[in-house]
């Protein structure tokens, strides 16, 4: 994925060549980050993560000038992602009874910024290797999941099942399935980061032994 894109006029031109570099350079990570906040939506598209993306480039095209240049540009370019992504959320409207759970997506988000945070400072892009471990993760954690919760996870991502369709399959109220989705998404999350932040434990004491 690649961006074109002319020096801000409102900086010096070796700021601006500068920060045209570090845009056109994290394109492939924000889309990826925009891509799994929105994946937790089934409006979530790759099409939606593209115009995300896009609205996301103009709004650090606009606040070009705001940039430290002193800080790692990918996280803070995140943060910038991070206010389109919640914009996009409400225009899906989502069912309330599901969506109200801004918390699971802040968690999400600033596990994402943590990582790019720390390849940022060791001079790391580690983008595959850490989406394919997220991938694992996932597989892992949700196998963890009791066999109701995985039904209900099924239903709603895979076969995008309307909520009081899966409670009325499985015999429970609207709300309730409402109110599983939302731990499932917080235990998820948990799990992810745990297993992750193990693995990476893991690594860290093998290369010292």
């Not at 650090?60 to 000038?65: D, F, G, I, P, Y």
């Amino acid at each position: 994925m690649t961006i074109t894109v002319k020096p801000p006029e409102q900086l010096e031109p070796d700021l601006a060549a500068e920060y045209v570099r570090q845009l056109t350079g994290c394109q492939n990570q924000l889309y990826g980050y925009i891509y799994t906040l929105l994946s937790s939506s089934r409006r979530g598209t790759a099409d939606s993560a593209w115009d995300v993306l896009q609205e996301t480039n103009a709004v650090l095209w606009s606040k070009a000038t705001e940039y430290d240049a002193s800080r790692p540009f990918l996280p803070w370019a995140m943060g910038m992602a991070f206010q389109q992504v919640r914009a996009a959320r409400t225009r899906f409207g989502r069912d309330r009874l599901v969506f109200q759970d801004e918390q699971t997506l802040e968690v999400l988000s600033q596990q994402m910024i943590s990582e790019a945070t720390g390849r940022s400072a060791t001079g790391q892009s580690g983008t595959g290797q850490t989406a394919n471990a997220r991938e694992l993760a996932m597989e892992g954690c949700l196998k963890k999941l009791t066999s109701e919760q995985q039904q209900i996870v099924d239903q709603y991502y895979q076969h995008e099942q309307p909520i009081k369709a899966i409670a009325t399959t499985i015999g429970r109220s609207a709300s309730s399935v409402g109110v599983i989705l939302h731990r499932v998404r917080l235990s998820l999350a948990k799990c992810i980061e745990q297993t992750i932040n193990q693995s990476v434990s893991g690594k860290s004491a093998e290369g010292q032994s």
